[in-house]
């Protein structure tokens, strides 16, 4: 069965600094790993996707993420938040189901 | 380009109610799926649809039914409303390959007093 595992329900930044943003997976096949990005009274939309062409994948915003098999970590980074990246982001894996399993969220909270 | 659509936006109904919430896509997509997002909880599958007249659980199926009769269509119906599914409900839909993305709705809030 997959699962993935968000460290923090909460990380708060300073504007300027740096976003890191936690994630660690289980699944028995090669999962497939993606980071959403959920805005205030808005639906889920896709920030980035791991499809196992390269381990660091750049998204959008500024975003990316690097895989590394060897810790099951697909944490998500930014060099510089910005006020309006305040947000709910969700990791989620796929693998032979086809539905994607999500996290249960971390809130980002972007401080002047 | 709609993506996917889903109404209403908002509802509350009172204990014992039934109603439908309905989700609608044009991207030809095969899969969809209806999420329940609460806090601290993260979105949990309710049910799911890997095609025209077929559907499956996911992990919180108990008070919901669904059905597909059609590739565009897929409802969510709450039987007897219950303030437990008081939450705010997802749509969703991919092409059901395992390196797409989903596409979600905006969402319904649903409150049940």
Redesign the interface.
């Known amino acids: 069965a997959q699962s993935v595992t968000?460290l923090g329900?909460h990380v708060s930044v300073s504007e300027g600094a740096l976003v890191l943003l936690r994630c660690n997976y289980s699944s028995s096949v090669p999962p497939?790993l993606?980071w959403?990005v959920q805005y205030p009274?808005?639906?889920?939309?896709?920030l980035l996707?791991y499809?196992s062409a390269a381990t660091l994948v750049k998204g959008i915003n500024g975003f990316e993420a690097e895989f590394k098999k060897s810790e099951t970590s697909f944490h998500l980074t930014k060099p510089s938040a910005h006020m309006s990246d305040a947000a709910e982001y969700?990791c989620?894996v796929?693998?032979?189901s086809?539905?994607?399993?999500?996290?249960?969220?971390t809130s980002l909270i972007v401080h002047p | 380009n709609a993506g996917v659509t889903q109404t209403p936006k908002f509802q509350v109904l009172k204990t014992g109610q039934s109603m439908t919430l309905q989700c609608a896509q044009d991207m030809n997509h095969e899969y969809m799926s209806w999420y329940r997002q609460d806090p601290g909880m993260g979105l949990r599958l309710i049910h799911y649809s890997v095609g025209a007249g077929i559907t499956d659980q996911g992990e919180v199926p108990n008070g919901y039914n669904v059905s597909r009769s059609t590739t565009e269509d897929f409802p969510l119906r709450l039987l007897s409303a219950a303030p437990s599914q008081t939450s705010v409900y997802f749509c969703a839909s991919s092409q059901g390959t395992l390196n797409t993305e989903a596409f979600f709705g905006q969402g319904t809030r649903l409150t049940v007093v």
Do not use: E, H, M, V
């Not at chain 1, 086809?98 to 969220?105: A, C």
């Open positions: 968000q329900s497939y993606f959403y009274n808005q639906g889920l939309q896709l996707k499809t969700f989620a796929s693998d032979r086809y539905i994607p399993t999500f996290g249960r969220g």
